[in-house]
Structure formats: C-alpha cells, structure tokens
C-alpha cells in the first residue's frame, strides 16, 4: 500500500487541539522551484520535548527553518506564540536553535563562543558573565569551558551548541539531529541535558532519523516523509491507530511444538511461525495484542510450558515508521 492509499492516514495525522501549543503549523508547504520542502502540514507542538522523526530529505530540516524564521512559508501559517517567525525578534528572544551545522569556531573556546552568541542576543555587559556560567555550567561544559573548541569531542560540540542555544533562556529550544555522531556517552549527557531544560516547563523541538535514540527521550513525535505529515501525538496512541495491520510477537521456549500447538488453538492468534536458524524462536501474529499479553501468562501456566521470553518487535516506532511510510 502506498503512502498516498494508506487508509489510516486522515485518522493519524488529525491534529490535536490548539490547548497548550507552544508551535502552530496550518496547512503549510514550502517549495523550491518546483521541489517540495514539505507539503500541507497541519501540527501543534506542546511544551515538553517532541521529536521531528523522518529519513534523510523527508523535510524535517525546511520545517525547522520555517518554524524557526529562517524561512516563509509559501503557503499556510506557522505561529510561535501566536506569533509568525519570519523576521520576528520577539519570537527570536523566546526561541533556542542549535543547528546540524557548524561553522568554523575552532579558534575560539567554548566560553568565548557562548560569550558572543549572547552578546549578539541583547544580553548586557553587566549580566552577560553570569549568564555564560550558568548556560555552560548548565550543560556540564564548566571543566571544558576555556578549551578552544577545535580540541573538543563531537558530543562537546553539541554540548556548547545548546549553551550559546540556552544562554538568552528562552521557552523554546530547537535543536537538528543534536544526537548525531555521539559516542553512547554523549547521546546519554545531551538527552540529560535536554530532559533538565524541558522540566522547566519550556519546550524541545528535535530532529533526528535514529528512531530507537529518540524513543529513549519522549513519547511525543511528529512523522514525516516526503514533505509530508504522516502521523502525530503519542507513540502508543499511533500504533493503536494501525492494530487492524497483524501484531508480531516474537517467543523464545524450550517446547515450541506444544506452545505452537496451544497457541494455534486460540481464536486470536493468525498465524504461527518458526525460526529455521532458532529452533527456540518462534513469531506469532495476532489482532487482538492486548488480549495475547493477557492471557498468554496464565495459559503457559496452566499447560506447564516452558518460556524464556517474548517481545514484540511491532511496539517500536520503527514498526511504525515503516508502517505508515509502506502499508
């Protein structure tokens, strides 16, 4: 099934409402001539952190720089705050932004960096110094702080990129694929970092196309593929939306004929698979998921059979993804 023939799309990409929107999109597109950036997309994005998931050239980059005033739209209405971003300082004083790319700083230490930035973003002499402390303390960059970022590791660089994004404290931060390239390290102290800044009530925006990354972090996703919206909201609420497509549920035991056997008997369960390579593997479909997780535990009691685990390779957003882009 085509993207363009999925049948599930009108119902997942239905926006929520406008309650607690800190980022409005309405029906808006960008071209390029005649190439598409992305096409009649429709969000509200809350407080909180949501992450802009999506492969490479699925239009996560022409959406943050439309959401972020580096762009128009050419058609529709993207808000901050009520506010359109295009040229706007008053949304640019309430709006962080870390890009993917970096400009040649190396030169500079991290400090004298972040120091510029927020000199550029109307922060006073007087208080700038203190401001520079507590962004570059605040993203555990105070031991590295005097070094010239030439020296600095990927996941450094990252870090001071959110201390020059934090420094004016703003209610938004925007931030394009922050955990690409990071060592497990990095990727675990820069979600740290940006899970401190959104219990403060404020607001994450990140880009990424490492899917497994982002589910770490939040719940909260915006799909997208070819410029286009393909679903919105909570990753559970998603799924829920595709659980007429056959659920995967994959079971390692000792007695794999017998449970096969009991397993085929219930009127829930599609299908039965085994793993040629794992006689201990075996992958069972099903429509009714939740009632599987149910009873499944007190029927292998009951028959006294053996199970080491199972685990379902369809509760994951890459299931999703792949889903809602190829039906």
């Known amino acids: 099934m085509s993207l363009s023939q999925n049948p599930m799309m009108n119902a997942a990409i239905s926006p929520p409402s406008n309650a607690g929107a800190m980022i409005s999109l309405e029906r808006a597109s960008r071209w390029y001539n005649q190439v598409i950036g992305i096409n009649d997309v429709t969000c509200k994005i809350p407080t909180g ?24 739209p050419t058609t529709g209405q993207v808000t901050i705050f009520g506010m359109k971003p295009f040229a706007n300082p008053n949304v640019y004083r309430r709006m962080g932004y870390c890009p993917e790319i970096e400009n ?19 922060i006073g002499r007087n208080e700038l110094g203190k401001r520079v402390n507590d962004a570059i303390e605040q993203v555990g960059m105070t031991a590295n702080g005097d070094r010239k970022i030439g020296g600095y590791s ?29 060592d497990p390290i990095g990727r675990r102290d820069m979600m740290n970092v940006l899970n401190d800044f959104a219990s403060e009530g404020k607001g994450v925006l990140i880009s990424s196309h490492i899917l497994y990354e982002v589910e770490q972090m939040t719940s909260n996703i915006l799909l997208m593929s070819k410029g286009r919206l393909l679903a919105q909201g ?42 040629r390579e794992n006689p201990r593997m075996m992958e069972i479909e099903t429509l009714e998921p939740d009632k599987f997780y149910s009873q499944f535990p007190e029927i292998i009691m009951a028959e006294n059979l053996s199970v080491d685990s199972f685990d379902s390779p369809d509760n994951n957003l890459e299931a999703v993804f792949k889903y809602l882009i190829t039906g």
């Open 104 to 122: 040649n700083y190396d030169e500079m230490t991290g400090r004298q960096f972040v120091t510029m930035l927020g000199a550029m973003a109307g």
């Open 234 to 275: 909570n990753i559970y609420q998603i799924r829920g939306l595709i659980d007429k497509h056959p659920h995967r549920i994959s079971i390692e035991t000792n007695t794999p004929r017998p449970l096969a056997s009991l397993l085929l008997s219930l009127p829930f369960i599609l299908s039965v698979k085994f793993d």
């Open 154 to 182: 990927k996941g450094m660089r990252q870090r001071i990129k959110v201390a020059q994004g934090i420094i004016h404290r703003p209610d938004i931060l925007v931030l394009d694929e922050p955990l690409n390239g990071l």
């Open 49 to 72: 952190i949501t992450a802009l998931l999506g492969p490479n050239g699925a239009g996560k980059s022409t959406m943050l720089k439309l959401i972020t005033g580096q762009l128009k």
